[in-house]
């Protein structure tokens, strides 16, 4: 069983990596936000609790998407887990990393998807305007404007568990502007090495 982080800022291809790594390795895909839409919905007591949190309109604390992963890690069966937008921050680091010890599991390697901002703001703001010329529904954050308050965000919360994982051995960084296969290949031999 392999376990990983995909790091790196929003636009990267970490959704579509995650995708080609859960069709092709039967990894299973933890996506922070799914799992809170999904717990939400489900009636369990934590999906009660994040449904409480969220209908008031406040953020997930820390504990609560932990539960989540706790919870996710203990009923689903796989070849390991691919952590898509967690953690974000260094304390979330260190309560993944005390969770998988106390699950017996650990962490097997931490791929940075690595992008130039100037060309991945030009991917978006491309995508946009792709989906508005073809009358397909473009979404609200595919702006420069917006996306570029999402990257500041990025940089300020995520972007030091760049250092974390490099320090702690885990960190290996793919050219996330490549051709998508050429990133999952370049991935694919990262996972390789970890078995």
Known sequence: ????????????????????????RGMVQLSTGDMLREAKTSGTEMGLKVAEVMDRGELVTDEIVIGLIEEKLSNTDGNG?????????????????????????????????????AILVGRIVGRAEEAAAKGL????????????????EYYK????????????????????????????AQIAAILDQQQ
């Open 81 to 117: 887990f691919i952590f898509d937008g967690f953690p974000r921050t260094l304390g979330q680091a260190d309560a993944l990393n005390a969770l998988l010890a106390r699950m017996g599991q650990k962490l097997d390697a931490v791929i940075e998807l690595v992008v130039d901002d």
């Open 137 to 152: 529904p473009v979404r609200k954050d595919d702006n420069a404007e917006v996306f570029g308050d999402r990257l500041r």
């Open 1 to 24: 069983m392999t376990n990983i982080i995909l790091l790196g800022p929003p636009g990267a291809g970490k959704g579509t990596q995650a995708g080609k790594l859960v069709a092709e």
């Open 157 to 184: 919360k995520t972007s030091p568990l760049i250092g974390y994982y490099y320090h702690s051995g885990d960190l290996f960084r793919v050219d996330g502007l490549a051709e998508i296969d050429t990133v999952a």
